[in-house]
């Protein structure tokens, strides 16, 4: 991939406008996946088009699943049954995707067949194990290299349903384990440390598999059938979460999100914002293919420091980089405690943000899981993003209100989650342009 640095600049007035932000990427990994394994023909609109989901829909195609493109942003999936996938040699790459290679684990867990799950260099040194090990509990067969990628799935082993306490909240380890429990002998049962976001249970309970679940809590049992079904994935509130902080940083904006999934287990950072002052609004709360959307609001209003209350750590896991920015930016100091599982993510995104926003002049105390932000203003500088999309988007919006330019390196896999956001951020008033 040819390096792509960025270079943003202070905004020259406020930010206004209305932005649709792309499908969630977590409801269009999922879709394919449970349309690819169902009886019939599902047709999903507002897939997300980023490298990341499409890495799903190439895996799931080399392993012998039809998809149409009727327009960009939708697919429909050719289901094959859920014994109908077929092996392949060739090794099956998920790109920069966690979610893809966890929840491609547990599907394929359960086939008859060998698989061979690669990724990139970032996933290369992701933790594997949490789902590896307890799929080797539930009788599948997975060689690591020290419990990282690449994963190889030996099939044909008959797998047997558990009751598991994930040691850390996630919805990755949950889902990896429904899913192979479609193909264990009894229950598989899934007990949360703290609830997690449950699109998988939505979506098992919408293809017509029986599932018996509530906040932090999930079973199911294998031997039934997935039914087609249509799919409106909502825009996903991880995208949307890089203008709701510019809105509320940039004096005087006003900016109008539309259609963006408001499931609660995602809400974290409108709770985290709200805590800190600002202003937002929703408005046309409304139900869509299972999942509560809306239209938000956001002002501009002087943020304020705040120690982060644990709770919501869960719900907000991917929009940390973004607080971190507006932390940055408000009076006073803000402490972010319970958030170790930040640094296994693309980037270990409590360093490269402290660094970050050091190199731009913030006071930030790394904590081991979290950090103390003192805010007030930043400043320019160069920061690398270290390849990871949210810190690279994050520094785009940092860009806005420091005193000189940022200067944002390794930005290209912001393709991966989020296609489009330069043009999308320059629609509403950022100054973003490519550095060189
Ligand atoms: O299940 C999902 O779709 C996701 C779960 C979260 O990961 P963890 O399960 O590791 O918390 C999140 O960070 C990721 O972007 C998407
Ligand atoms: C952590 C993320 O995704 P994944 O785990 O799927 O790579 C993310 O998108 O921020």
Same mark, same amino acid.
């Given at each position: 991939m040819t390096? @792509?640095?960025?270079?943003?600049?202070?905004? +020259?007035?406020?930010?206004?406008?209305?932005?649709?932000?792309?499908? $969630?990427?977590? +409801?269009? !990994?999922?879709?394919?996946?449970?349309?690819?394994?169902?009886?019939?023909?599902? !047709? /999903?609109?507002?897939?997300?088009?980023?490298?990341?989901?499409?890495?799903?829909?190439?895996?799931?195609?080399?392993l012998g699943v039809r998809f149409e493109t009727p327009a960009p942003g939708e697919r429909r999936v050719h289901g094959v049954g859920l014994h109908g996938l077929r092996g392949t040699t060739e090794p099956l790459d998920c790109g920069n995707a966690g979610t893809g290679m966890r929840l491609l684990?547990?599907?394929?867990?359960?086939?008859?067949?060998?698989?061979? @799950? +690669?990724?990139?260099?970032s996933l290369s040194r992701r933790p594997m194990r949490r789902v590896t090990d307890p799929l080797t509990t539930m009788g599948a067969s997975i060689d690591t290299d020290d419990g990282k990628p690449p994963l190889r799935i030996h099939g044909g082993s008959a797998l047997k349903g558990i009751t598991y306490h994930p040691p850390v909240a996630s919805a990755q380890i949950k889902s990896a384990l429904l899913l192979a429990g479609l193909y264990a002998e009894g229950k598989t049962e899934v007990i949360e440390p703290h609830p997690t976001r449950d699109y998988t249970e939505s979506m098992l309970k919408a293809f017509g598999w029986p599932i018996e679940y509530s906040p932090g809590k999930a079973t199911v049992e294998g031997g039934h059938t997935l039914h087609?079904?249509? +799919? $409106?994935?909502?825009? $996903?509130?991880s995208s949307a979460a890089f203008f709701i902080v510019a809105a509320c940083i940039v004096p005087g904006s006003e900016l109008h999100l539309k259609g963006v999934g408001l499931n609660p287990r995602r809400t974290?950072?409108?709770?985290? @914002?709200?805590?800190?002052?600002?202003? /937002?609004?929703?408005?046309n709360e409304r139900s869509?293919?299972?999942? $509560? /959307?809306?239209? @938000?609001?956001?002002?501009?209003?002087r943020l304020h420091g705040v120690a982060l209350p644990l709770d919501i750590v869960p719900d907000m896991i991917d929009e940390f980089p973004a607080l971190f920015v507006a932390a940055a930016v408000a009076d006073g100091l803000t402490t972010i405690r319970g958030a170790a599982e930040l640094r296994v993510k693309e980037s270990d995104r409590i360093a490269s943000m402290a660094a970050g926003l050091q190199a731009c002049g913030v006071k930030i105390d790394e904590l081991p899981d979290g950090a103390m932000i003192q805010g007030g203003a930043i400043g320019g500088g160069t920061i690398d993003s270290h390849g990871d999309h949210r810190i690279a988007m994050s520094f785009a919006i940092a860009g806005l209100v420091a005193s000189a330019p940022i200067t944002i390196g390794d930005c290209a896999n912001v393709a991966t989650s989020f296609p489009g956001f330069m043009e999308l951020a320059n629609g509403v008033g950022f100054q973003l342009e490519r550095a060189g």
């Open positions: 390096r @792509l640095d960025w270079l943003s600049r202070a905004a +020259v007035g406020a930010l206004r406008g209305d932005v649709v932000v792309p499908g $969630d990427k977590s +409801v269009s !990994h999922r879709a394919l996946m449970f349309g690819a394994l169902a009886e019939g023909t599902s !047709h /999903i609109r507002g897939f997300l088009e980023g490298e990341d989901t499409r890495a799903t829909a190439a895996i799931l195609g080399k684990a547990g599907l394929l867990a359960g086939q008859a067949f060998d698989s061979t @799950l +690669v990724g990139d260099e087609a079904v249509d +799919v $409106d994935v909502p825009a $996903d509130i974290g950072l409108l709770a985290a @914002l709200e805590l800190m002052g600002a202003d /937002i609004s929703v408005e869509s293919g299972g999942e $509560d /959307i809306g239209d @938000l609001i956001v002002r501009y209003r």
